[in-house]
């Protein structure tokens, strides 16, 4: 039981910057991964969709025998979380947007002022703000979505004038007129741009969620004696759509890395 594989889902490859972090906090577990490649992006779409999209995942990460499954999405955690977890109670299911709401709690107090990021269904939810404030009400917090980040992260404009404008369209005011001095990032794609931001904005103090999950995951497998004590496995990553972006972005998150990956092309339809 302990040493078959933690399934991640994504709506696409936003997801994959997660992975770094659990190889690195916990190399002996196996990754099953899904990026919806062929249906992205959902941070625009009806709840209803998200939702079926969210089961058929779920259904199909089932079936590949995951021990646990880990929702790398701000917008289907945002969303999907509760039904997800009525729909699966035999497994445990951890979602991106606790983790970092403690972690903003706990390390914040109400001298600063917090801005959140994401994507516009995420945003609409107000799944951060409701969840940051049940750990600490007295945070000062800001919100904002950011629609065009993800469609150009997919297309890899990433280290080029674009990118870096549209950063300003969305953040230049947001962050002058609330005096924001904390961001987060409420969107797996966007640490693909930490660095954009950083650059324009070199005071901000940056939270990641997708470090922060990882916390949780160690916690979760721990306390149901779930962590694997497999020597190493083969990870995959299967897309819906095996788009060169999405193999692009897994050559440029795990160049560096001996991380094994065998590509799988499924089609859930
Ligand atoms: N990566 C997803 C998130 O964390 C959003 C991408 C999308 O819009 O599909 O919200």
């Known amino acids: 039981m302990k040493n078959r594989p933690i399934g991640f889902f994504d709506s696409c490859l936003g997801g994959l910057t997660c992975i770094p972090h659990l190889v690195q906090a916990l190399p002996k577990e196996r990754i099953i991964y899904f990026g919806d490649t062929a249906r992205t ?9 998200i939702r079926t999209f969210s089961y058929e995942i779920a259904d199909f990460l089932i079936h590949n025998d995951v021990k646990m499954l880990v929702i790398a999405c701000n917008t289907i955690t945002s969303t999907c979380l509760f039904d997800l977890k009525e729909k699966y109670p035999h497994i445990p299911i951890i979602g991106i947007i606790d983790p970092a709401s403690k972690k903003v709690a706990q390390s914040f107090d109400s001298s600063h002022r917090i801005g959140i990021i994401g994507t516009k269904v995420t945003i609409n939810h107000k799944t951060y703000i409701d969840s940051i404030l049940s750990y600490n009400e007295t945070l000062n917090l800001y919100d904002k979505a950011c629609p065009i980040f993800v469609p150009l992260i997919e297309e890899a404009i990433i280290d080029n004038k674009i990118m870096d404008l549209s950063v300003k369209y969305y953040l230049d005011d947001f962050i002058l007129s609330n005096h924001i001095d904390t961001l987060v990032l409420g969107c797996t ?16 103090k940056i939270i990641d969620p997708s470090e922060e999950i990882i916390v949780s995951i160690h916690e979760a497998l721990y306390s149901r004696n779930l962590l694997s004590d497999a020597p190493h496995f083969e990870n995959t990553f299967f897309a819906s759509d095996l788009s060169e972006n999405f193999i692009n972005m897994i050559d440029a998150i795990f160049g560096n890395t001996n991380v094994k990956v065998a590509f799988k092309n499924f089609d859930l339809r």
Do not use: F
């Not at 794609?189 to 901000?204: C, S, V």
């Open 41 to 49: 992006p959902y941070g625009s779409k009806a709840l209803s969709t």
């Open 189 to 204: 794609h966007y640490p693909l741009i930490r660095k954009n931001i950083e650059h324009l904005y070199p005071d901000l």
